[in-house]
């Protein structure tokens, strides 16, 4: 499989107003497998990734919304983050207007046309990224326009907020509509902005709430595994990246009631404890840390028993000081030794939805380890960690967010006869 391994920024010297600089094209890396079974590319070829000698093509994007807006929203959170570097933090909520500015006036989506993107990691819509991340850029800078941006209906409505379709309240890389609900609720909240946001806020609010009732073992919107293993993906190959992405979504809103002096919230006419959603996270994080039928951990290096044929090239080739070629590390794709090199940390795809599992190099389905997997697991095991006697930090991330409403004059001085 493929990763999304180069984003970077070019800006047109053409286009230049007060010193700003306007982002005309995004250039975008997502690996080859281009020319069939028998060219040098991602797929053909086994070799650790220091010593690779193809060309690896890189594709220019002058309209991809979503890949600008996400870049976007990953910059100006940073610059929450950072926010103590004053002048790093300019840098980085810049970085975050411009391909913003370009995905909302360039539309397209960065997998069209038959890209190599559009093979492994299609895009299916830009409207969530919208969302997603004119939440993060209002958070990062204050300014209103994006917020009324995120909260606007018609483009809700666009990026599947309106309706129940399979994949509804799925967190990936694809799609991140759940993300921006659990944030924007955030910030009802703890801040309960009101009018003219209230509405929106509210609906999403609703959304979320339903959201998190789909991941109770009380209902049925998705299947589990017999050892309760969530199918977010409805029982295709490599199931744990949406199952952490799940478990972190479930933590943090459990932790947003609790700071808001909320006890639970309501599936239907029964009310839930925010305890039951910690609880559904810390199954689906321990099933994949070892309370599994096989009792391994999915995390390498955990424990003593995990996998140990990662589909991961500098894992499975032996620091020998020999410089394989193409073809010259098939041997060590197709054997069935361990891997030499431990990747520590890493979580593989996951079982079937049979709980099955094959330690099996070649069979990416299973052993593959991915960036967009280990980003969920990493979060969800933050959320679930630490000491819970002192909440979660309400204001933070609001710090850039000014009043809603005008503050009110100071008290009258004291009466004196």
Known sequence: MLC?????????????????FFLSILWVGS?????????????????????????????????????????AAALAAASIVFKENKAYLQKLVHGARTPFKFSREQRGRYSAGGSEAATFYNSTSYWDEFV?????????????????????????????????????????????????????????????PGYPYEEILRTFHNQISIVMCSYLPFFTSFNRTKDGLIQLNHGRPQPLQYAVNAAFLATLYSDYLKAADTTGWYCGPNFYSTEV??????????????????KMSYNVGFGNHYPKHVHHRGASIPKNKIKYNCKGGWKWRDTSKPNPNTLVGAMAAGPDKHDGFHDVRTNYNYTEPTLAGNAGLVAALVALSGDRTTGIDKNTIFSSVPPMFPTPPPPPAPWKP
């Not at 069939?36 to 070799?47: F, I, L, P, Q, R």
């Open 4 to 20: 999304l391994n180069l984003l970077l920024l070019h800006f047109s010297i053409s286009r230049r107003n007060q010193g700003v």
């Open 31 to 71: 690996g080859d497998t281009s020319g069939g079974s028998a060219t040098s590319n991602d797929h053909y070829c086994w070799m650790r990734p220091e010593d690779i000698d193809y060309k690896r093509p890189v594709m220019t994007c002058s309209s991809c919304s979503d890949l600008g807006a996400e870049m």
């Open 132 to 192: 997603w991340g004119g939440a993060w850029l209002y958070y990062a800078t204050g300014n209103s326009s994006y917020l009324q941006l995120a909260t606007t209906p018609g483009i809700a409505r666009r990026a599947g907020a309106f309706w129940g379709g399979p994949d509804y309240g799925v967190l990936s890389w694809d799609n991140k509509l759940a993300g921006a609900q659990v944030l924007l609720s955030r910030w009802r909240l703890f801040l309960s």
């Open 277 to 294: 959603l910690r609880d559904f996270a810390k199954i689906q994080i321990d099933y994949i840390l070892g309370k599994n039928p096989w």
